[in-house]
């Protein structure tokens, strides 16, 4: 089955401790996709890759960092510099830059 | 920069009705995408419909149209027989170029619940 895998579902940390969180793609698209979502709200994007060994900052992209090392990883670091880490984060593949984005299960990270 | 404005922070239907989501966005782009996606209770996003701004025609998708009024910047969800599955987020969301590539911009979302 192809699709977007990111694990682990939820995810617990301390203060000030960096956190990874993996997203794997096997749609084989060359475009990928960090979002941010707090309750209530809509998605803000964070980082996104257009092809592989490149990435761009999004809109909110204080606090955070991506590699883009292989076609089918996008993981993301969240940094003890991001201010309010606790929220909900979805990573997305499109076959290209601005086609339709597929999303993955998202992963709900918490900080104690 | 980019806004979209969903007007509706919720909405109930009786099942089996049609039901209306509304979508504005503000864009000077002469190219853009309009996109609608489902998220429900699970928290994964559904992609649903699309809709292109040089597209004459609006975009269907089984029991999802989108009513697509470029003049007034509006792009509404109908959904046509709603289902209890149908409860769920609505997001609407628009694409824009920048900087060489292509970015979306969300809504904050409508949630839809379906009344039996």
């Known amino acids: 089955d192809g699709g977007i895998t990111q694990s682990p579902k939820y995810l617990f940390r301390k203060e000030g401790q960096n956190v990874t969180l993996s997203c794997e793609q096997n749609l084989n698209h060359d475009a990928m996709y960090w979002y941010r979502q707090d309750p209530g709200q809509g998605l803000r994007?964070?980082?996104?890759?257009?092809?592989?060994?490149?990435?761009q900052k999004g809109d909110i992209a204080e606090?955070?960092?991506?590699?883009?090392?292989k076609k089918e990883s996008?993981?993301?670091?969240?940094?003890s510099a991001q201010k309010n880490p606790t929220?909900?984060?979805?990573c997305a593949?499109?076959?290209?830059?601005?086609?339709?984005q597929f999303f993955g299960p998202g992963t709900r990270l918490t900080v104690l | 920069a980019q806004k979209i404005t969903q007007t509706q922070p919720g909405m109930f239907v009786q099942e089996k009705e049609a039901v209306t989501l509304d979508c504005t966005y503000d864009t000077s782009?002469?190219?853009?995408g309009l996109f609608w996606y489902k998220q429900p209770s699970s928290g994964e996003m559904i992609f649903l419909i699309y809709q292109g701004?040089?597209?004459e025609q609006n975009a269907t998708e089984g029991r999802y149209s989108l009513n697509?009024?470029?003049a007034r910047k509006s792009a509404n969800l109908v959904i046509s027989a709603s289902q209890l599955g149908d409860s769920a987020m609505y997001f609407c969301a628009e694409r824009h170029s920048g900087a060489g590539s292509y970015q979306l911009t969300f809504g904050k979302g409508t949630k839809l619940s379906v009344i039996p």
Not at chain 1, 74 to 79: D, Q, S
Not at chain 2, 29 to 32: I, M
């Open chain 2, 53 to 55: 701004s040089y597209d």
């Open chain 2, 29 to 32: 782009d002469q190219s853009y």
């Open chain 1, 45 to 55: 994007l964070i980082y996104y890759s257009q092809i592989v060994n490149d990435f």
């Open chain 1, 74 to 79: 996008f993981p993301l670091t969240v940094t």
């Open chain 2, 68 to 70: 697509f009024q470029k």
């Open chain 1, 93 to 100: 593949s499109s076959i290209v830059s601005g086609a339709e």
């Open chain 1, 63 to 69: 606090g955070y960092s991506v590699s883009r090392e």
């Open chain 1, 87 to 90: 929220a909900f984060y979805l």
